[in-house]
């Protein structure tokens, strides 16, 4: 129902603001339609209670119950991350973080196609309310759903044990899908279809939502962006070396697997989130996903990514995949840093995900490497473009080309594989040069909020392309069904073609950067080091 309330505004001026209330599982609830959209907003909705003290690490609890409404108003929540005051000040950090946020259109249709929208930050930061889908949601076309879920090693620490089983983080996000489903008919939603989304980290987690056998039934449509399940960041190879590094970095100085356990559940908050995992150069992240041990209880992965592709035991759904065409930018920063100690010594930068049998046989990779992407020329300024290739093929466009093979060759026909390319005058150069790329996770930009008056003619009308292929897929399971106005898309094969290029001309083209992926696939078919679950020591 939608009644009218009064509230205090800024300056404590009295101003008429629409608001809904609505009646789900856990007590009623009340949103708000602000004036920047004809949307509601509920912000702040506890889906679940996430465990604390030295149960912290532990699967999600349900979520509270209440009699009173809950005013749905506070979108500051995140939740425990690494300097979190100096990259997000003015939010509020709490342990008990698990929120979910639902954007609503101001319409009597119900039965909507859902969006559920994973946020990135590489596992380590981040929150649901990142970027909004307001304006997205101001179509009425359908509702949307972003959240929070544990971070870093609160979210992600895997030492196979009855407190510390690992994947908290990412069963947080079943925990939500599951909240989606009980609930979202109450705000006008389709429980039965329902879209995961996610870019970078969140690409990688619906990329393994779907490999998941604790989330089938939860969702029927995956959009992944810029992030692949086997990315070299996406699962932790092995996660108890991670927790023993970790753990040195912030003061540990016990040397058993026992001792290491208690003090990851004795220690604070504050030394628990003291030290910086961002940046890593071998394109790992210590705390994502990982490979769970059997202990008796709901496992979210049981075996590793490209097992699972290969043995197809999983379900298989149509999914929008792809990259920008240069998603190493998002690295440019460490650039002057780390052209340096490419120089000096390259093997530091290969992917922690191949293993080598000896130092000798690992050097020789990075001197075939480096001479692939830089010949017999320094990393410098003159080079800058093919650090930001090296980056985007290794991180990001191989794994996710190598996983459309994979689920192609086991019988997944409905993978649209794409390339952002778009660029115009707002996009900055690569330093050094005048040469123009979209960066990481451009394309999903494009879907949240932005201010129209600061974007050129251009990107608005690519706005509104990625804005009706996402409507049309989201409704059909086809991103250009026959009234769309877009060239028409076909999935991909096991070559990796099509892939739709989404650029000034959306075009549908051959293989991406066929000759880079395929070096890859060279190197990776020969020191691929799976991962493996938890161990004692």
């Not at 004036?35 to 465990?51: E, K, L, M, R």
């Not at 319409?107 to 380590?124: A, D, I, M, Q, S």
């Not at 290969?350 to 001197?367: M, T, V």
């Not at 330093?431 to 930009?445: F, K, L, M, S």
Request: proline share 6%; with cysteine.
């Amino acid at each position: 129902m939608t009644v009218w309330v009064c509230i205090l505004a800024i300056l404590g001026l009295t101003v008429a603001q629409e608001s809904k209330l609505l009646n789900i599982a856990q007590g009623p609830v009340v949103g708000y339609k602000g004036d920047d959209a004809d949307v509601f907003s509920f912000y702040g909705i506890p889906y679940a209670t996430a465990p604390t003290g030295r149960e912290k690490f532990k699967g999600p609890l349900p979520g509270p119950v209440w009699t009173e409404p809950l005013e749905a108003v506070d979108d500051k929540i995140i939740c425990p991350q690494h300097a979190s005051n100096i990259y997000f000040p003015g939010l509020t950090t709490k342990e008990d973080c698990l929120v979910a946020n639902v954007f609503v259109p101001n319409t009597e249709e119900k039965n909507l196609p859902v969006l559920v929208h994973v946020h990135g930050g590489g596992f380590l930061q981040g929150f649901g309310n990142w970027e909004k889908p307001k304006q997205f949601v101001e179509s009425k076309k359908v509702v949307a759903v972003t959240f929070n879920y544990r971070l870093g090693p609160h979210g992600f620490l895997c030492m196979g044990t009855e407190d510390i089983p690992g994947n908290a983080g990412i069963k947080d996000q079943v925990a939500a899908l599951r909240w989606v489903k009980a609930n979202i008919a109450e705000f006008g939603g389709n429980p039965d279809d329902v879209t995961i989304a996610g870019c970078s980290a969140g690409g990688a987690s619906v990329d393994l939502l779907m490999l998941s056998n604790t989330t089938k039934g939860l969702f029927n449509k995956v959009i992944g962006q810029s992030g692949a399940n086997i990315a070299s960041f996406g699962v932790q190879v092995d996660p108890i070396e991670n927790a023993k590094f970790y753990a040195e970095k912030i003061n540990y100085q016990g040397d058993d697997f026992d001792s290491l356990e208690e003090f990851y559940k004795s220690i604070s908050f504050d030394q628990l989130l003291s030290y910086s995992l961002l940046a890593n150069r071998d394109h790992a992240v210590k705390f994502s996903p990982c490979v769970e041990r059997d202990l008796g209880i709901e496992r979210f992965l049981d075996d590793g990514p490209t097992n699972i592709l290969k043995t197809s035991n999983y379900v298989r759904y149509p999914m929008i995949y792809g990259f920008t065409d240069m998603e190493g930018l998002y690295r440019i920063g460490e650039f002057e840093q780390w052209k340096n100690d490419m120089n000096e010594n390259f093997t530091q930068f290969i992917p922690a995900d191949l293993q080598f049998e000896s130092a000798e046989e690992k050097e020789n990779i990075a001197r075939e490497v480096k001479q692939f992407y830089f010949g017999d020329k320094a990393v410098s300024g003159e080079t800058a473009v093919q650090f930001v290739d090296f980056l985007s093929d290794v991180i990001f466009i191989y794994p996710m080309q190598k996983a459309v093979t994979l689920q192609v060759e086991s019988g997944n026909n409905d993978i649209y594989l794409h390339v952002y390319t778009f660029t115009d005058e707002n996009t900055p150069y690569v330093p050094y040069t005048t040469v123009r790329g979209a960066d990481h996770c451009a394309q999903n930009d494009a879907i949240f909020d932005e201010d129209y008056s600061k974007l050129t003619p251009e990107y608005i009308e690519m706005k509104e392309k990625i804005r009706e292929i996402w409507f049309d897929f989201m409704r059909t399971g086809n991103p250009t069904p026959e009234w769309s106005s877009l060239p028409k898309w076909e999935p991909a094969r096991a070559d990796r073609a099509p892939c739709m290029n989404l650029g000034r001309t959306i075009q549908l083209s051959g293989t991406f950067v066929k000759e880079r992926t395929d070096f890859w696939e060279n190197i990776y078919d020969r020191y691929h080091r799976q991962p493996v679950a938890p161990y004692r020591y």
